[in-house]
């Protein structure tokens, strides 16, 4: 009921009041709630601008807020399963925001970093929504991007909660699950079932990182690879690296083989991975992950909630 709004908390108040009574001298009817009210606004500019989908409940101010961070939801904020949840979320009293993402491209997109932080900014300048109340809640790869918005300037001494359903943790180790079918957690070798085409979307990925003369040499390296069953040595270690990263079989030697790969792949990987991130966040924490998720493996979610809990004991939840 405290986070009922303001005109709903009375009537609910005497509802139960009356209901609890054998005999009430009276009945309430109904309240007429009314369904939300949502309209398109537009946020940020230049380069970084985008459209998103604002939700409001029908009655109610200082409303606390949840804006949601899509995944590569082809749809974006169109995505009927998007859809429903804002709804669901605003016909629970909750003022909603939806922005449209680069990542629904399968594009990392540094500008999205700025694009989740427009969002916020203009959400919480609203007259209806509590600026002291509005947390994130980020869907699949849109998880880490919102962790990693929340736990750098301005948002991390702002926002109240970040939510996350199927958030990955490293890139890195995204990465080598996809190529080795498996990932490593607490010593143990887990096996992890991604999309078929996972692999091949992975290579054409951290190709399209490199300077084109190191990315012809790795595709070089991977057509021998793929005709004779052996290993070349690229011209370069970094080239070498991203060989062995791509054709590793071993989850256990991701790690290692990630800490040689060349700068520009280096450079995606800190920006969008919240293990080098984490130390910025100040907000509580909430994880959820299922286990046969296949854009991300669960324990993405478990390592990134371990180190969470490592500069806030009791700030996060798995």
């Given at each position: 009921?405290?986070?009922?709004?303001?005109?709903?908390?009375?009537y609910?108040?005497?509802?139960?009041?009356?209901?609890?009574?054998?005999?009430?001298?009276?009945?309430?009817?109904?309240?007429a709630?009314?369904g939300?009210?949502?309209?398109?606004?537009?946020?940020?500019?230049?380069?970084?601008?985008?459209?998103?989908?604002?939700?409001?409940?029908?009655?109610g101010?200082?409303l606390?807020?949840?804006?949601v961070?899509?995944?590569?939801?082809?749809?974006?904020?169109?995505?009927?399963?998007?859809?429903?949840l804002?709804?669901?979320?605003?016909?629970?009293g909750?003022?909603?925001?939806?922005?449209?993402?680069?990542?629904?491209?399968?594009?990392?997109d540094?500008?999205?970093?700025q694009r989740?932080?427009?969002?916020?900014?203009?959400?919480?300048?609203?007259?209806?929504?509590?600026?002291?109340?509005?947390g994130?809640?980020?869907?699949?790869?849109?998880g880490?991007?919102?962790?990693?918005?929340?736990?750098?300037?301005?948002?991390?001494?702002?926002?109240?909660?970040?939510a996350?359903f199927?958030?990955?943790y490293?890139?890195?180790?995204?990465?080598?699950?996809a190529?080795?079918?498996?990932?490593?957690?607490?010593?143990?070798?887990i096996p992890?079932?991604?999309?078929?085409?996972?692999?091949?979307?992975v290579?054409?990925?951290?190709?399209?990182?490199?300077?084109?003369?190191?990315?012809?040499?790795?595709r070089?390296?991977?057509a021998?690879?793929?005709?004779?069953?052996?290993?070349?040595?690229?011209?370069?270690?970094?080239?070498?690296?991203?060989?062995?990263?791509?054709?590793?079989?071993?989850?256990?030697?991701?790690?290692?083989?990630?800490?040689?790969?060349?700068?520009?792949?280096?450079?995606?990987?800190?920006?969008?991975?919240?293990?080098?991130?984490?130390?910025?966040?100040?907000?509580?924490?909430?994880?959820?992950?299922?286990?046969?998720?296949?854009?991300?493996?669960?324990?993405?979610s478990?390592?990134?909630?371990?180190?969470?809990?490592?500069?806030?004991?009791?700030?996060?939840?798995?």
């Open positions: 009921m405290v986070n009922l709004p303001a005109e709903r908390r009375d609910v108040a005497a509802r139960l009041l009356l209901d609890a009574m054998p005999r009430p001298p009276f009945h309430l009817p109904t309240l709630a009314g939300p009210v949502t309209r398109t606004i537009r946020l940020g500019q230049t380069t970084t601008a985008t459209t998103a989908s604002l939700w409001l409940p029908a009655r101010r200082r606390p807020g949840v804006v961070v899509p995944g590569a939801a082809p749809l974006g904020r169109h995505d009927p399963q998007l859809v429903r804002a709804r669901a979320l605003a016909e629970a909750r003022a909603v925001l939806v922005p449209d993402l680069a990542l629904r491209t399968n594009a990392l540094a500008a999205d970093l989740i932080t427009a969002a916020v900014q203009a959400f919480t300048a609203l007259p209806r929504v509590d600026p002291r109340q509005v994130l809640l980020g869907i699949s790869w849109g880490a991007l919102a962790v990693v918005a929340a736990a750098s300037p301005p948002l991390a001494a702002t926002v109240a909660f970040v996350t199927g958030a990955f490293d890139l890195a180790d995204l990465a080598g699950a190529v080795t079918g498996a990932t490593v957690y607490h010593g143990r070798t992890w079932h991604t999309v078929p085409e996972g692999a091949a979307l290579r054409s990925a951290v190709l399209s990182l490199l300077p084109p003369a190191q990315a012809a040499a790795v070089a390296a991977l021998s690879t793929r005709s004779n069953g052996s290993v070349p040595a690229a011209p370069t270690p970094a080239e070498r690296a991203v060989v062995a990263l791509l054709t590793n079989r071993d989850p256990a030697r991701v790690g290692r083989l990630a800490a040689g790969l060349p700068p520009p792949v280096q450079r995606v990987r800190r920006t969008f991975s919240p293990a080098f991130r984490l130390q910025g966040l100040r907000a509580p924490l909430l994880a959820l992950h299922s286990t046969d998720d296949p854009a991300a493996p669960w324990t993405e478990a390592l990134l909630v371990a180190a969470a809990r490592a500069h806030d004991p009791s700030g996060a939840r798995l």
